[in-house]
């Protein structure tokens, strides 16, 4: 190389050092503004903190592989050909300056097929991508445009993406205009060459100069803007993912009650959110790393049948916020808007899908906290409900149930400290609807035809589940301590649960304040019954039967396969077009069972649709809610008993002569 030469690339690595700088300093930025938030990472975001939070499993399969967007396999394919192009591209121009201490890079196999070959290639796929998603910002998808915000500054970006790409191409037809090729594998540049050489003749090697600039200049202004601008999200995403929690779901921070503990200081108090400030640092970071891409609102059941709520503007709104800098404008939580967040189902489905792993739903429930325990507002049937829960213990209003009813004409053991080996709890919606209550009749059927030691509490109860999700932590936690001072005092080990917002709570919300018990939903158990021989069922009919998903078993918890085994065992199993962690909701969850109306339909009417549809005779689930709500929807259609939870499918198949044994 010529010491012109030499001196353009020191020019441009100086140049390069300044773009640096300045993704640097944006870097800093987002991170001062993560930083005021409550404490998640430790205070300043400490390094130590924040290695014990790394999720390796999601940064590598979210962050790097970019696992999610694949989900839609087109938009997936070509961002992964497009990251892909990038990838060789940079690091062809990486090892480039290896050639400045002698080795040779451009020469022998590698220089061929990696300098060459490998970087055409790189360019061909990066340009294929920019053309797709810029023809889709002209003709964009409904969840691009979705609650009325729309992420500026990608098509800026993705314009001058491309006419870097094709700047790079532009000077290598020029450098191969003047220089004799050394392989034919610069395949377009050497399309390009002859037709430059014709058109400027000994002028290519000015042109060459010019464009080389051109090309560098472009790169650099790129770097240095990408921390100022959408951009981010390269950076942003793949560091978002890696601290994911490592349990799926929704994962609520518990709130301290002891004041006498924390002291006197009321910063450290926290009811919820109504400002950025209240929120969490891994909450901002979440709306930093956020696409607006809409993955969440096309999923979102409230969002899909016409409901306030659209969890891409809760997230896109707090960015806006986190942008300007409003940390104390308690206006946040009004321009949101009551009805919004309290039509949050909190399905996760929003968490399951986004792909750099931000939980939007996390962030909707800290503002209801705030609706719920700092201004005592909530939608009126949830408020009934939450009134009836502190003073009758269960959130039913208006039921003719009595507690005992459900075990009329059975002879059900109460539990024994020391002698039972499992708890079956019942739970309020087992004990108070009707409809549910064949629920726990025939999970009595199974266990007794197994022989399996088991027990029950003789007075109802409830965790606390539907106060925790309306956005009363503080009765949640008084319902759960005085549960688990009752279950320790009875010494339980074991429970097996007939409602999966009763396994969530027991599992993932009491060992916070103290459980520690074994939790299992009554599906697995069943499953685990017949595995083991211990549970004979006769042969499975010809019925076709289709399988809900709990979201609080799918998504929460990832429960998949174990009801299925028992759907197939009893009849032909055959899955709706959404199932597993792709499941739509019924509508129950978030106290939405005690509310849920308004929009252009009710949810659990939508996923009724979807699976008469499937051309089923049956509809199973595993949740007693989910068993309710689809149970009214089906009314809407059909006389006859379409829904059933997987106990009573299996109970229905136990022969006499194994009951009387």
Same mark, same amino acid.
């Given at each position: 190389m010529d010491k012109i030469g030499v001196i353009n690339y020191v020019i441009l690595g100086a140049l390069l050092i300044g773009a640096f700088a300045s993704l640097y300093l944006g870097l800093r930025k987002h991170t001062q503004r993560i930083a005021r938030g409550k404490s998640f990472f430790g205070n300043n975001l400490e390094k130590q903190a924040l290695l014990a939070k790394v999720n390796k499993e999601s940064f590598i399969s979210r962050g790097l592989m970019t696992s999610r967007l694949l989900k839609r396999p087109v938009a997936g394919t070509f961002h992964a050909v497009m990251f892909a192009g990038a990838l060789i591209l940079i690091f062809g121009h990486a090892v480039y300056p290896l050639s400045f201490i002698g080795i040779p890079v451009y020469e022998g196999w590698f220089g061929a097929l990696v300098m060459q070959f490998g970087r055409e290639i790189g360019g061909i796929m990066l340009f294929?991508?920019?053309?797709? !998603? *810029?023809?889709?910002?002209?003709? /964009?998808?409904?969840?691009?445009?979705? +609650?009325?915000?729309?992420? %500026? #500054? $990608?098509? @800026?970006?993705?314009?001058?993406?491309?006419?870097?790409?094709?700047?790079?191409?532009?000077?290598?037809?020029?450098?191969?205009?003047?220089?004799?090729?050394?392989?034919?594998?610069? !395949? *377009?540049?050497?399309?390009?060459? /002859?037709?430059?050489?014709?058109?400027? +003749?000994?002028?290519?090697? %000015? #042109? $060459?100069? @010019?464009?080389?600039?051109?090309?560098?200049?472009?790169?650099?202004?790129?770097?240095?803007?990408?921390?100022?601008?959408?951009?981010?999200?390269?950076?942003?995403?793949?560091?978002?993912?890696?601290?994911?929690?490592?349990?799926?779901?929704?994962?609520?921070?518990?709130?301290?009650?002891?004041?006498?503990?924390?002291?006197?200081?009321?910063?450290?108090?926290?009811?919820?959110?109504?400002?950025?400030?209240?929120?969490?640092?891994?909450?901002?970071?979440?709306?930093?790393?956020?696409?607006?891409?809409?993955?969440?609102?096309?999923?979102?059941?409230?969002?899909?049948?016409?409901?306030d709520l659209s969890p891409k503007k809760v997230m896109a709104t707090v960015a806006e916020y986190l942008e300007a800098g409003k940390f104390d404008d308690e206006d946040l939580i009004d321009v949101l808007g009551e009805d919004a967040i309290f039509n949050c189902t909190t399905c996760a489905a929003c968490v399951e899908e986004c792909p750099v792993s931000n939980n939007p739903a996390e962030t909707i429930l800290e503002f209801r906290r705030f609706f719920v325990m700092d201004r005592s507002q909530m939608p009126e049937t949830m408020a009934a409900a939450n009134r009836n829960l502190e003073s009758r213990g269960h959130p039913f209003i208006g039921t003719g149930a009595n507690p005992g009813d459900w075990r009329n004409g059975l002879n059900v053991p109460v539990f024994s400290p020391g002698e039972t080996e499992y708890l079956l709890w019942i739970g309020c919606s087992v004990t108070y609807e009707e409809r549910a209550q064949e629920v726990a009749r025939a999970m009595v059927k199974i266990l007794e035809a197994a022989k399996v030691s088991y027990g029950i509490f003789e007075e109802s109860r409830c965790t606390g589940d539907p106060a925790k999700m309306m956005g009363n932590e503080m009765q949640f936690v008084e319902i759960a301590e005085a549960n688990i001072e009752e279950f320790k005092e009875r010494k339980v080990q074991k429970v097996i649960t007939l409602c999966a917002h009763c396994f969530n709570s027991f599992d993932r919300y009491y060992p916070e304040l103290g459980a520690d018990w074994q939790t299992i939903p009554h599906s697995v158990l069943i499953d685990r019954l017949i595995g083991e021989g211990k549970l004979q069922i006769a042969e499975k009919s010809d019925e076709k039967i289709t399988f809900h998903d709990p979201c609080y078993l799918a998504r929460h918890n990832g429960i998949l396969d174990e009801p299925r085994n028992l759907v197939a065992a009893v009849g032909q199993l055959i899955e709706m077009p959404r199932n597993k962690k792709e499941s739509f909701c019924c509508g129950a969850g978030g106290g939405n069972y005690w509310d849920g109306q308004g929009g252009t339909a009710r949810i659990s009417d939508v996923r009724m649709q979807e699976a008469f549809d499937s051309g089923a005779d049956k509809v199973a689930t595993s949740c007693s809610f989910c068993m309710l709500m689809l149970t009214s929807s089906a009314t809407k259609y059909t006389e006859q008993r379409k829904v059933f939870d997987v106990a009573e499918l299996v109970a229905n198949r136990i022969p006499t002569t194994t009951i009387e044994t």
């Open positions: 294929s991508g920019l053309m797709f !998603f *810029l023809l889709r910002r002209v003709f /964009p998808p409904e969840r691009l445009v979705a +609650g009325g915000k729309t992420r %500026a #500054g $990608f098509e @800026l970006g993705e314009i001058a993406l491309l006419i870097i790409v094709l700047a790079g191409f532009l000077t290598e037809g020029l450098r191969l205009a003047f220089e004799s090729p050394s392989g034919n594998y610069e !395949f *377009l540049g050497g399309v390009l060459a /002859p037709i430059l050489h014709a058109f400027l +003749g000994e002028n290519s090697i %000015a #042109g $060459f100069q @010019l464009m080389w600039w051109v090309h560098g200049l472009l790169g650099c202004a790129f770097i240095a803007l990408i921390a100022h601008g959408p951009f981010v999200h390269m950076i942003l995403g793949p560091v978002n993912s890696a601290l994911a929690n490592k349990r799926d779901g929704i994962n609520l921070p518990p709130i301290s009650f002891d004041f006498e503990e924390d002291g006197d200081d009321d910063a450290e108090v926290s009811f919820g959110a109504a400002r950025l400030a209240d929120l969490s640092q891994k909450n901002l970071l979440d709306a930093s790393a956020c696409l607006w891409c809409g993955r969440c609102h096309e999923v979102c059941p409230a969002a899909q049948t016409g409901k």
